[in-house]
């Protein structure tokens, strides 16, 4: 005979937990499933073990998706201030990186303590290495069957996130049971993601890998500026990982390096202190010293003086470094990448609850939804968000 709970979450993830809790305190009978051996890992690892746990700016237009008004209800419904309320209930110290991006003093283990803490006031059951061999519909809600036998429920919720991070046990999970009760998905891909060059490209680039600028980094009508790094497959750092989720195959992404800077003001200045001076050391001041090299060999101006330059050639050797323009081969893939773009399509479900709008007692929160936070903080805000939306109905 299949155990009864009111409520099954397959997922112990920032979602999956965040449903859970909220579940429980409505008094639901709630089982947490997962097949990893512990819980929130992708927490746990997250902001280089301190977890950027949400980001101050929070906003629907720091979200992508086919509709973007989808997320709006959700995120109205559970605030940055409310998980700030939640972790200073528990003691949790943190501060704020720049953009609004909002940190564990201590460590991320911290965040998934407190869950944790939480589920098991809430009366929340959590079983972790159990494996999910198949869900089915039945006629007082859903039967899932488990390694460890059947569970019968009235409602469902999968929490199990996208494809990224493969390493960390993320599958395509929640998508196989999507299109098993005939939930449309927007085509996945990978976000968050360093972005590859070709080899080509790539042998110029090789005696950069390891420098990092601050950059304005444009793709089409969107930008970011905050730095960039050279690495030995492309490029990476926040200013790309963000630019990616916006990059298409194909496309092109044009590099402003240090936005605020005027160079050819500089190099116009360095020129009349000491017009013998080769072109690479004053450049060399403002950006670091290989890629200034890079920029000047790449111009056949290798030692030529500032005094052989008119106004006209240095505005237009800094046009070179303003606008810098790479055509990415493509990304690292989902093996690096922070998120996955696409999932479960909006218009499927309510967007208040969650709820599938075909199949009532279904829903599906987090990563696998099709909403896609930029990089900061705003990814864990939907996942509080859509889990606690989720929390209040299942």
Same mark, same amino acid.
């Given at each position: 005979m299949a155990e009864q709970f009111d409520t099954v979450i397959i997922g112990a993830g920032a979602a999956g937990m965040m449903a859970a809790i909220e579940a429980g305190k409505?008094?639901?009978?709630?089982?947490?499933?997962?097949?990893? *051996?512990?819980?929130?890992? #992708?927490?746990?690892? &997250? @902001? @280089?073990?301190?977890?950027?746990?949400?980001?101050?700016?929070?906003?629907?237009?720091?979200?992508?998706?086919?509709?973007?008004?989808?997320?709006?209800?959700? %995120?109205?419904?559970?605030?940055?201030q409310d998980f700030i309320a939640l972790i200073e209930r528990h003691g949790i110290a943190w501060h704020e990186k720049t953009l609004g991006q909002l940190f564990c003093d201590d460590s991320a283990k911290d965040i998934v303590r407190m869950l944790l803490t939480e589920m098991k006031n809430a009366g929340v059951v959590l079983r972790l290495g159990t494996e999910v061999r198949s869900v089915?519909?039945?006629?007082?809600?859903?039967? =899932?069957?488990?390694? !460890?036998?059947?569970?019968?429920?009235?409602? %469902?919720?999968?929490?199990?996130?996208?494809?990224?991070?493969? *390493?960390? @046990?993320?599958?395509?999970?929640?998508?196989?049971?999507?299109?098993?009760? &005939?939930?449309?998905?927007? !085509?996945?891909?990978?976000?968050?993601?360093?972005?590859?060059?070709?080899?080509?490209?790539?042998?110029?680039?090789?005696?950069?890998? @390891?420098?990092?600028?601050?950059?304005?980094?444009?793709?089409? *009508?969107?930008?970011?500026?905050?730095?960039? %790094?050279? =690495?030995h497959r492309g490029l990476s750092g926040p200013a790309i990982l963000q630019i990616s989720s916006y990059w298409r195959e194909g496309g092109v992404i044009r590099l402003s390096?240090?936005?605020?800077?005027?160079?050819? $003001?500089?190099?116009?200045?360095?020129?009349?202190?000491?017009?013998?001076?080769a072109l690479q050391k004053p450049l060399g001041e403002h950006l670091p010293k290989r890629l200034a090299q890079f920029f000047v060999e790449a111009a056949g101006m290798s030692n030529?003086?500032? $005094?052989?330059?008119?106004? #006209?050639?240095?505005?237009?050797?800094?046009?070179?470094?303003?606008?810098w323009t790479i055509t990415p081969a493509g990304s690292?893939?989902?093996? /690096?990448?922070?998120? =996955?773009?696409?999932?479960?399509?909006?218009? $499927?479900?309510?967007?208040? /609850?969650?709820? $599938?709008?075909?199949?009532?007692? %279904?829903?599906?929160?987090? !990563?696998?939804?099709d909403v896609t936070g930029w990089l900061g903080g705003y990814n864990f805000q939907w996942a509080w968000a859509s889990g606690y939306s989720a929390g209040q109905a299942a």
């Open positions: 409505r008094g639901r009978r709630v089982l947490v499933l997962d097949h990893a *051996k512990a819980p929130g890992e #992708k927490i746990r690892i &997250s @902001g @280089g073990g301190r977890c950027n746990f949400t980001n101050l700016h929070t906003a629907p237009r720091n979200f992508l998706s086919e509709n973007p008004h989808f997320c709006k209800s959700a %995120l109205a419904r559970y605030t940055p089915e519909k039945s006629l007082s809600g859903f039967r =899932t069957a488990t390694v !460890e036998g059947d569970v019968e429920s009235r409602s %469902l919720v999968i929490a199990t996130g996208g494809k990224s991070i493969p *390493k960390m @046990g993320a599958t395509g999970f929640a998508y196989r049971i999507a299109e098993q009760f &005939s939930l449309p998905l927007v !085509e996945t891909r990978p976000g968050l993601v360093p972005l590859t060059v070709d080899p080509a490209q790539l042998e110029s680039l090789s005696a950069l890998s @390891g420098v990092a600028v601050e950059a304005e980094v444009r793709s089409g *009508k969107t930008a970011f500026e905050e730095a960039i %790094l050279i =690495t390096l240090l936005p605020g800077s005027d160079i050819a $003001a500089h190099l116009k200045a360095a020129r009349r202190e000491n017009g013998r001076q030529r003086p500032l $005094a052989d330059l008119s106004d #006209k050639a240095i505005d237009a050797f800094c046009l070179r470094i303003k606008d690292e893939g989902y093996r /690096t990448a922070e998120v =996955t773009l696409g999932g479960i399509d909006t218009r $499927a479900l309510d967007s208040r /609850t969650m709820q $599938a709008r075909d199949m009532p007692g %279904l829903f599906f929160i987090g !990563e696998c939804v």
